[in-house]
């Protein structure tokens, strides 16, 4: 059965940090791109961060890129967002992506076979 489960949403302040996990079953994330993506209520699902694994590239959105950090653990077949300095326009739901089709881009949804049910993440003084 293939899986993808997040933890590591949560509450924090201005400032503050919280990293994100996805781990997966059924298919092995280090097999091909990864991605983290973000939602808000009534908004379309943005990319947040992609990862390579086949070359290591990572890949960020204008908006996160020096804050967030996208990683992964093969051995334990989990992939990571690590964010940094939060502010609270990161208030959104997170989702985990992987397994993406040939010729469409890191940020497109449309693009990831397997995801995850989603994490929230909070960020408020």
């Known amino acids: 059965q293939v899986q993808s489960v997040e933890s590591g949403g949560d509450s924090a302040q201005p400032g503050g940090s919280l990293r994100l996990s996805c781990t997966a079953s059924g298919y092995t994330l280090s097999s091909g791109w990864l991605a983290w993506f973000r939602q808000e209520p009534g908004k379309d699902r943005d990319g947040v961060a992609a990862l390579n694994s086949a070359t290591g590239e990572t890949f960020y959105d204008n908006l996160h890129k020096g804050r967030f950090t996208i990683s992964t653990n093969n051995a334990a077949n989990t992939m990571y967002l690590q964010m940094n300095s939060l502010k609270p326009e990161d208030n959104a739901m997170y989702y985990c992506?992987?397994?993406?089709?040939?010729?469409?881009?890191?940020?497109?949804?449309?693009?990831?076979?397997?995801w995850g049910q989603g994490t929230q993440v909070t960020v408020s003084s």
């Open positions: 992506a992987a397994v993406k089709r040939v010729g469409k881009g890191w940020w497109d949804p449309d693009a990831y076979t397997y």
